[in-house]
C-alpha cells in the first residue's frame, strides 16, 4: 500500500485518486456549492466538462460577509475618497476621481472588450476566410472562468454583492455563455480581457455574443436577448464591481485547473505504459525497493513502487522467478526503462508543487482593491498578478515535455527491432517485407515530440512592457496556461500512439512465445526421432537442451526476416549444435548425412507449420492476457475489448470469429484505431480505467476482475 508522501506536498497517486473520486461524486450530484473558500480541481473540472451547476452557499456568514465589505466601500465613497476603479481612474496616476459611478463600471468594459472575434463565430458570414481562427475560448474554459471568478468574489474582500455573483451563476444553470476571445490577455491586472466578456454577458451587451444551445443544436444571440429569453433582468453593477468583475486571475487559474487535471492523468498513465514496455520488451525487474530506499526522493519511490504494482503478476518480465531468461546479449535494460522511475519522479513532484500552487489560487481574492470589513478600509495590490499560475503552468509544461520524452524512448525502443530483444520490425505481425505496420508512428512520434519540445519554452521570459509602462512586469498566465493545454493534448496524442503500441507488441510477444511453446515437444520428438538409433537417451537429452536455447536465441535474432527465410536460418543454424553434440557423444553411432538432411526437413517443414497454425489461431483469439502483470492486464483488455481495437495484421485466419468479438472494419487505418484510444484519453473513458488500476496499487489490491 502506497503511503500518504513524506515531502510536504502528498503522494501524487494519493492526490490524483482522490481528486478523480470526488469528480465522480460531484458529477453523480450534478451540483455544488461555492462559498469562496473550498474550490479545487474536481469541482472546476465537473463544471467545465460535465455540465454540473455551481450556486453560491447562501448561508447567513457567506452574505454577512460579503455584505460588510460592500458597507465599508460605500462608507468610503460617501466620504469622497477615491478607490482605484469605483470612482478613481485605474492608473496610479490618475487625476481627480468622479461621482459618475456607472460611469466607471462602463470605462472598465470598454478598456477590455477590444480583442478580435471573428464574425463567423458569432453567427455572421465572413466569406474568403472560412479556414481562420474563430479566436473564441473553448466553452469549456469559459465555463470554468465563469465559476472560479463566482468563487473569488463570494469571498466578499471584492466588495462585490450576492446578487451580482448570482447573476454570474446565472449564466451557466440558462446555458449563456459568451463567445470570449481567446488572446489579448497579458495577465498583468488580472484576465482583463476574457472576464470582461463575461461581465457583458451579465450586464446584457448587445455586442457581447452568446453560444447557447447544446451540441449541433447551438445559436449564436446576443448577451440582451440571450438575458431577455430567459427571462433575467441585466445586472446594474454596483460601485467597483465593474472592475471586481475582470480584474483577477480567473481565466488562467481555470484553465491552469483543468491543464493540471489532465496532467496528473497522463502522468499515471506513463507510469502504467512503463510496465507495459517493460512486459513488451522482456524486461528485467529494476524498480526494486533498495534502490529507491538508497536514493529516498518522494517522487521516485512512489513512481518505483506503482510501476511494481502495475508489474504484479507478470510472467513476461525478467526476475530470479520468471519463467523467461532471453539472452539479449545485455546485461541490464537500457536507461529508458532502467531510469524510468527516475525521470519520472520530479515531474510528479513539480505537479504535487503546481497542483498546491492553484489550488491556493482558486480559494484567493486575485483583485485591486480590496477591502478590509475589520479595518474597515480599502487596500490597493497587486493581488491580481498571477506569477504564481505562470510558475505552475511552466513547470507542469516541462513536467509533461519529460513524460513526452519518456514516452517517445519507449515507444520506439518497442518498433525498433534493433532494440525490442526479439520483436518484428516495426511490430508487423506478417512478413516484415510487406507489413510496415507500425512504421509510420516512428514519424509521428518524432513530429510530436518536436512540437511539445517547442512548447516547452518559458513563456514568461519574454514579457514586454504594457499599458504605456503602467504594466510593466506581467506574468502572462492565461498564454502559457493555453499553451500548457496544448501540451496536454500533444502528451495524450502519444500516450493513444504508445498505448496502441504497447498492445501490439505485447500480443506479439505472447504469440511467439506461444509458437516456441508448441514447438518445442514437436522438436524433441523429431530430434529423438532422427538420432535415438546413433544417441544414448542421457546425452541425448543435453543436446535436446543445448539445441532448444540455440533455437530461441536464433528465433529472437532472426525477428527481422521473413517467415521461410527465418525458419531457414534457424534450422541450418541448428545443424552445428546436433552434430557437435553427437561427436562428443562417446559410444555414439555415425550419423550419416542423410539422416542429418532428413531431421532438417522435419525440422523445417514442421516449424513452419506449427508457426502458421499458432499464429492463425492466435489471430482470431490471442491469450496475451493470461501472461499480463496487474496494470497492463487492465489496461490491455480496455483497449481490446471496450475500444475494440484489434491486433494489427494483414494475413487473414481462415476462421473469422475472434473471442472478442465478430471481425469487422478490416479497412481502418492504424491512424483510426489510435484516434479511437486518443478520444478515450481526452473524453475521460479511459480515465476510469487508469483509476481502477490505481486503486489496487494505493491499497494493495492487485488482482483484476476475471
Known amino acids: 500500500m502506497l503511503s500518504s508522501g513524506s515531502n510536504g506536498l502528498g503522494s501524487h497517486s494519493w492526490t490524483v485518486y482522490k481528486t478523480w473520486k470526488k469528480l465522480q461524486g460531484i458529477v453523480q450530484a450534478r451540483t455544488l456549492e461555492i462559498d469562496g473558500d473550498s474550490l479545487d480541481l474536481p469541482s472546476v473540472v465537473a463544471v467545465s466538462r460535465h455540465g454540473c451547476l455551481p450556486a453560491l452557499h447562501l448561508s447567513e456568514n457567506v452574505i454577512a460577509k460579503m455584505m460588510s465589505r460592500v458597507k465599508v466601500l460605500e462608507s468610503h465613497l460617501a466620504k469622497e475618497n477615491y478607490t482605484n476603479g469605483a470612482n478613481a481612474d485605474l492608473a496610479e496616476y490618475a487625476g481627480p476621481g468622479t461621482t459618475d459611478l456607472p460611469a466607471i463600471n462602463r470605462a472598465c468594459m470598454q478598456l477590455s472588450q477590444s480583442t478580435v472575434l471573428i464574425n463567423r463565430g458569432k453567427g455572421g458570414h465572413a466569406t474568403g476566410i472560412q479556414d481562420w481562427n474563430l479566436h473564441s475560448m473553448p466553452l469549456s474554459w469559459v465555463k470554468g472562468t465563469i465559476l472560479v471568478r463566482s468563487n473569488t468574489n463570494a469571498q466578499g474582500n471584492s466588495a462585490v454583492s450576492p446578487a451580482t455573483v448570482e447573476a454570474m451563476l446565472a449564466l451557466l444553470s440558462h446555458d449563456i455563455l459568451p463567445l470570449v476571445p481567446l488572446r489579448g490577455s497579458f495577465s498583468s491586472s488580472g484576465d482583463l480581457v476574457p472576464l470582461s466578456y463575461i461581465a457583458g454577458a451579465v450586464e446584457g451587451n448587445a455586442d457581447v455574443w452568446i453560444r447557447t444551445g447544446k451540441e449541433h443544436g447551438y445559436n449564436v444571440i446576443s448577451a440582451k436577448e440571450a438575458l431577455e ?31 493540471l487535471y489532465d496532467a496528473h492523468q497522463l502522468a499515471i498513465l506513463s507510469q502504467i505504459l512503463t510496465a507495459m514496455t517493460a512486459e513488451a520488451l522482456i524486461g528485467n525487474v529494476d524498480w526494486q525497493h533498495f534502490i529507491a530506499d538508497v536514493r529516498p526522493y518522494q517522487g521516485q519511490m512512489e513512481v518505483a513502487q506503482n510501476i511494481r504494482g502495475f508489474l504484479a503478476g507478470s510472467r513476461l518480465v525478467r526476475s530470479a522467478a520468471s519463467e523467461i531468461q532471453l539472452d539479449s546479449g545485455l546485461y541490464q535494460d537500457g536507461c529508458t526503462l532502467r531510469s524510468s522511475s527516475q525521470w519520472i519522479g520530479p515531474q510528479i513532484e513539480d505537479l504535487m508543487l503546481a497542483h498546491r500552487q492553484v489550488t491556493m489560487e482558486l480559494n484567493s481574492t486575485s483583485d485591486n482593491p480590496v477591502v478590509d470589513s475589520i479595518a474597515q478600509d480599502t487596500h490597493v495590490c497587486s493581488n491580481f498578478q498571477a506569477m504564481s499560475i505562470t510558475s505552475a503552468m511552466e513547470k507542469t509544461r516541462l513536467g509533461l515535455q519529460m513524460i513526452g520524452k519518456l514516452l517517445f524512448a519507449e515507444t520506439l525502443e518497442m518498433i525498433d527491432a534493433k532494440l525490442n530483444h526479439g520483436l518484428p520490425p516495426d511490430l508487423a505481425a506478417d512478413d516484415p ?58 502528451v495524450s496524442l502519444m500516450s493513444a500512439a504508445q498505448l496502441y503500441s504497447c498492445c501490439q507488441a505485447l500480443d506479439l510477444r505472447v504469440m511467439h512465445l506461444e509458437f516456441l511453446e508448441e514447438f518445442q515437444p514437436i522438436a524433441r520428438r523429431i530430434t529423438t526421432d532422427s538420432f535415438r538409433q546413433a544417441i544414448p537417451s542421457t546425452p541425448l537429452e543435453s543436446i535436446h537442451a543445448k539445441l532448444w536455447k540455440h533455437i530461441v536465441d536464433e528465433w529472437f535474432a532472426t525477428a527481422s526476416m521473413d517467415l521461410q527465410q527465418r525458419c531457414h536460418r534457424t534450422v541450418e543454424s541448428s545443424i552445428s549444435i546436433m552434430t557437435e553434440g553427437v561427436s562428443r557423444t562417446p559410444f555414439h553411432i555415425p550419423v550419416s548425412m542423410a539422416t542429418l538432411k532428413a531431421w532438417r526437413g522435419r525440422m523445417l517443414s514442421e516449424m513452419r507449420r506449427v508457426y502458421e497454425s499458432a499464429r492463425s489461431r492466435f489471430f482470431i483469439c490471442p491469450s496475451t492476457v493470461e501472461r499480463l502483470g496487474y496494470g497492463s492486464k487492465t489496461l490491455y483488455r480496455f483497449v481490446r475489448e471496450e475500444l475494440g481495437v484489434p491486433f494489427h495484421h494483414l494475413t487473414e485466419p481462415s476462421d473469422t470469429n475472434s473471442c472478442f468479438g465478430p471481425a469487422t472494419d478490416k479497412d481502418k487505418t492504424v491512424g483510426t484505431w489510435i484516434s479511437i484510444i486518443h478520444e478515450s484519453v481526452r473524453d475521460g473513458t479511459l480515465q476510469a480505467c487508469i483509476m481502477s488500476i490505481l486503486d489496487g496499487v494505493l491499497h494493495g489490491d492487485m488482482e483484476p476482475d476475471e
Not at 238 to 253: F, R
Open 229 to 259: 429569453r430567459a427571462r433575467i433582468s441585466p445586472q446594474i453593477l454596483g460601485p467597483n464591481e465593474g472592475l471586481t468583475l475582470i480584474n483577477g486571475t480567473a481565466a488562467s487559474t481555470a484553465v491552469a485547473s483543468l491543464s
Open 433 to 490: 517485407s510487406l507489413s510496415f505496420s507500425l512504421k509510420g508512428l516512428d514519424g509521428n512520434m518524432a513530429s510530436y515530440m518536436s512540437e511539445l519540445g517547442f512548447l516547452t519554452a518559458p513563456v514568461h521570459a519574454h514579457l514586454p512592457s504594457a499599458e504605456m509602462h503602467h504594466q510593466a512586469v506581467s506574468s502572462l498566465a492565461f498564454i502559457t496556461t493555453r499553451y500548457t493545454a496544448e501540451a496536454v493534448d500533444i
